[in-house]
């Protein structure tokens, strides 16, 4: 599980706020590609390609954790 820290804050996009609040809901990253399909008009490649590079700045920022 993704588990997100908050001790400290990042300027965020509109989208990286939505997903932050995802991974706040302990999801996947499959279920966050999943909702970027869902929700906006891009292939499942690109997708998961966002959605890992965003894990990976939250990771190298100390705001997320693998659990």
Do not use: P, W
Not at 18 to 39: G, P, T
């Amino acid at each position: 599980a993704l588990i997100a820290k908050f001790h400290s804050h990042s300027a965020l996009t509109k989208l990286g706020c939505d997903r932050l609040k995802m991974i706040r809901r302990d999801i996947s990253e499959q279920e966050l590609v999943s909702a970027m399909l869902d929700e906006y008009d891009i292939d499942e490649e690109t997708a998961s390609a966002d959605i890992s590079s965003f894990i990976s700045k939250l990771k190298e920022a100390e705001l997320l954790i693998n659990e």
